[in-house]
Structure formats: C-alpha cells, structure tokens
C-alpha cells in the first residue's frame, strides 16, 4: 500500500527563511504587507546604504515579488550578480522621463507588478524629491504604497496605500508627513521636504 500525503504545512523557502533569520538576529520586524498586486512602493526615510539591504531582507523575509530600484552604479563586480538575485532592478539617473514611460508601460503588461523607489533619490539632504514614482502611480492608475524604515522602533512597515488624485501637492505633503514620523538611520541627513514635515509635527506637538 502506498503511503498517502498527510497534507502537512508547506516548506518556507529558503531565501525566506534567510530573511527572516537576519529580521529576528538584528531585532528587526517587517510587514505586514497590503493585499496588493499592482503597486508603486515609495521607501524611506533614505539616508543611508543601509536602507537598500534593509529593503532586500524583508522583501525575501515575506517573500514579495517586489523590484527594488537602486542606483546603476551598485551593480558593478560580484554584488551585482547578488542584487539581480535579490531582485533589485539598476536604474540610471538623468533618465527619469525614460524611466517613467518605460514603467507605465511594464504596469500595462503585466497583471502583477510592485515597483519599489526611494523618492529621496539620494541619501544625502536631497533639496526635492525625484516624483517619477507619482507620475508613473497616476499614469498607470496604481496606488503608491509606503514603506517606512524606522530605526528607532526597528520596524519596515507599510502602513499607507495612497491613490494619486487631482491634488498633487496634498498627496506628497501627506506623504512627507509619513515619512517625518518614523526614525532614519541618519537623522541629520533627511531631504528638505522631510526635515520641513519634521518641523512641523515638533511644532505642532506630534
């Protein structure tokens, strides 16, 4: 007689389990994610190299099909090889408009998509923000989640779903005020309209 499947729980994927193993050995929580399929993820506070690996891990910790966006100039040697693995999509700045036809193009083709950006653009007192991430959200007529790295709680979260609207200046000022709320790396090196939100909350007692 031939022994029949008990139907037992399925086996974790291993980059899963990796993921995991590095959130728990750093104190570090992660999720939970929308039931989402079709996304632009907006991460931050961006301040820090850090924040891109932090990314990767809880993207493999719940197992996310998710492209993270990072700077072309990290794929160069061995750590290229291991970003592509990662999931990690080299994107070249000076070439937003490409960037941003070529994305809402993707999102027309495909039924699943989630496109992960740092708006910041750079991790050092950025003066504005790059808004490709909005403009390729409205053109192709997905939501902006935001993920939030928070290194004082010591949680990546994705706490906001955002759908573009008429008032552009309103969704990013809400957005700016998100990203004020939680702890960077390096406090002293947030972008402009972050320290601006920043201010604001202390004043206003948040």
């Known amino acids: 007689m031939q022994n029949q499947s008990t139907g037992g729980p399925s086996r974790v994927p291993l980059g899963q389990r990796i993921g995991q193993a590095l959130l728990r050995l750093t104190g ?18 961006h301040t820090s190299n850090w924040d891109g690996v932090l990314a990767l891990v809880s993207r493999s910790a719940l197992q996310k099909d998710v492209n993270v966006m990072i700077k072309s100039s990290l794929f160069k040697g061995p750590l290229g090889a291991l970003l592509h693995a990662l999931g990690a999509m080299p994107i070249e700045r000076g070439k937003a408009g490409g960037m941003v036809e070529q994305t809402v193009a993707a999102f027309a083709e495909r039924e699943k998509l989630l496109i992960a950006v740092t708006p910041e653009g750079t991790r050092s007192n950025a003066d504005k923000w790059k808004l490709g991430f909005y403009h390729i959200a409205r053109q192709a007529n997905v939501p902006i989640i935001l993920a939030l790295a928070d290194y004082k709680a010591k949680t990546f979260s994705f706490p906001v779903v955002i759908y573009p609207g008429d008032d552009m200046e309103a969704d990013l000022q809400q957005i700016y005020t998100h990203f004020a709320g939680v ?16 201010a604001a909350n202390e004043r206003d007692g948040k």
């Not at 929580?29 to 931050?44: L, S």
């Open 183 to 198: 702890t960077p790396r390096h406090v002293d090196k947030v972008s402009a309209p972050v320290y601006a939100a920043r």
């Open 28 to 45: 570090w929580t992660a999720g939970p994610f929308p039931d989402i399929d079709r996304a632009v993820i907006a991460g931050g506070p």
